[in-house]
């Protein structure tokens, strides 16, 4: 079993920053993408930002040079850096992870979410 927990959310002024943070913890034996996504009320799902399982880094748009991931490999842990943050970036932010995990056969990859934070940005 495999845990991704998120904090780093709150309520922000416009042009503020905030700096999410996502921990795994459990039988991980190694994970390849990992990233965030966003759901904002009434809309679908959107990928923020990933690091993909070839290790590269893909942004939404509208995020670009503003929002930063990076990643603590040794900790298991993905950080997304948001800058000059807009009230359209209002959204529960969701980790995402693919895990291989160990298992009593050998290991075996599954897709696991966080439990998500809000982020509300507002004057």
């Known amino acids: 079993q495999v845990q991704l927990v998120e904090s780093g959310g709150g309520l922000v002024e416009p042009g503020g920053s905030l700096r999410l943070s996502c921990a795994a913890s459990?039988?991980?034996?190694?994970?390849?993408?990992m990233g965030w996504y966003r759901q904002a009320p009434g809309k679908q799902r959107e990928l923020v930002a990933t690091f993909t399982s070839a290790g590269s880094t893909n942004y939404e748009d509208s995020v670009k040079g503003r929002f930063t991931i990076s990643r603590d490999n040794a900790k298991n842990t993905v950080y997304l850096q948001m800058n000059s943050l807009k009230p359209e970036d209002a959204a529960v932010y969701y980790c995402?992870?693919?895990?291989?995990?160990?298992?009593?056969?050998?290991?075996?990859?599954?897709?696991?979410w966080g439990q998500g934070t809000q982020v509300t940005v507002s004057s």
């Open positions: 995402n992870a693919d895990v291989r995990v160990i298992t009593a056969w050998g290991t075996k990859e599954y897709r696991y």
């Open positions: 459990g039988s991980i034996f190694s994970i390849a993408a």
